[in-house]
């Protein structure tokens, strides 16, 4: 497919700006700095878009912390109005990035969320003997500024989108020249489209019959183990140039009927369970915020709309025989 270009007049439109503000802005809105933005949001835009149009804009420090999500992760929250431009590439540009996927390839794609991929490997498990699982090492920290900008270059032509994806690359301060912020919705992006090209590897070429990746989770499934020991292989040599390297202790090639780990969920042809340390990570969400209702510091609509939500991830496992007694007991506090 032939670069495209055309993009960066329809990302810096006012328009498009404005409507990325609001995007950004959904559910964060009591914020000070989105407040700030929104109150004089005419004035923001048409400053941001001048920025834009004369390649002026940089992008402001990070906020850092670390989050338990179960691993440690260092996050870097971007600002306010970087967060608006970054909704505003993403919103023009996501319809020309899925010209690319494959289908089996989901994380910030519309309606290829963790459910869909959960529900998508059981269904190979029940058709395939084997899986081989893996994943690659600190990836969104590993990711070679150069190779992706390169990357970008093969998809994108227009020059001034290329100047404001590298202030974007390059804004998080790197001795190494690699890794880009868990934080950015761009991040999530570039990470995706930059192993598109292994996911065409292994179908295309490679003909792998059974495929689902999320991010940098991926599992292949077959009849034979010797096919996923080889694919296992080219996927090595594949990611070798990058200096990516796959974790071997989180490496696994099994039968199917003994359950695969993935996405949080304990997968068996027949079944779906939750983790245990998942099913912890809910029963503090919601004791949490079940104490901040009942101490008034959050308001009842507030409350069962993040208990729907926590609800809503979960039951996607079987796990009404935890909910059930789980919610027999606290429900009579509330």
């Not at 600002?79 to 690319?100: K, N």
Request: net charge positive.
């Amino acid at each position: 497919m032939k670069r495209k270009g055309h993009f960066y007049e329809q990302i810096i439109a006012l328009p498009n700006l404005e409507r990325a503000a609001h995007r950004a802005a959904k559910g964060k809105r009591d914020r000070e700095e989105v407040q700030a933005f929104m109150s004089n949001l005419e004035n923001e835009i048409a400053l941001l878009h001048q920025e834009l149009q004369e390649q002026t804009y940089k992008m402001q420090q990070y906020q850092q912390f670390k989050i338990l999500d179960p691993k440690e992760r260092l996050i870097s929250a971007a600002h306010f109005r970087d967060r608006v431009v970054h909704h505003a590439i993403c919103d023009v540009i996501e319809p020309y990035l899925e010209s690319f996927f494959i289908n089996d390839s989901y994380a910030c794609r519309k309606g290829k969320g963790t459910h869909r991929a959960i529900r998508r490997a059981q269904e190979f498990t029940r058709k395939f003997q084997y899986f081989l699982k893996t994943d690659i090492r600190k990836f969104f920290d590993s990711i070679p500024h150069f190779q992706l900008e390169q990357c970008l270059v093969r998809k994108f032509k227009d020059p001034e989108l290329l100047w404001l994806f590298g202030v974007i690359i390059d804004s998080l301060e790197s001795t190494s020249h690699t890794g880009i912020p868990i934080g950015n919705l761009t991040s999530q992006y570039f990470a995706n489209m930059y192993l598109n090209d292994l996911d065409h590897l292994l179908k295309d070429q490679l003909a792998v019959p059974g495929y689902v990746r999320y991010m940098d989770d991926f599992v292949l499934f077959a009849d034979q183990k010797q096919k996923l020991h080889e694919w296992h292989a080219k996927i090595i040599d594949f990611l070798k140039p990058s200096g990516l390297v796959l974790k071997p202790q989180a490496t696994q090639l099994r039968h199917t009927w003994e359950g695969l780990s993935f996405l949080g969920c304990k997968i068996f042809p027949g079944m779906i369970r939750i983790k245990r340390e998942n099913w912890k990570r809910f029963k503090k969400k919601f004791l949490a915020s079940q104490k901040k209702y009942l101490k008034g510091a959050q308001d009842e609509q507030s409350f069962f709309a993040s208990i729907s939500s926590l609800v809503s991830h979960i039951q996607h496992c079987d796990t009404w025989q935890l909910r059930k007694p789980f919610f027999q007991k606290y429900a009579q506090e509330i």
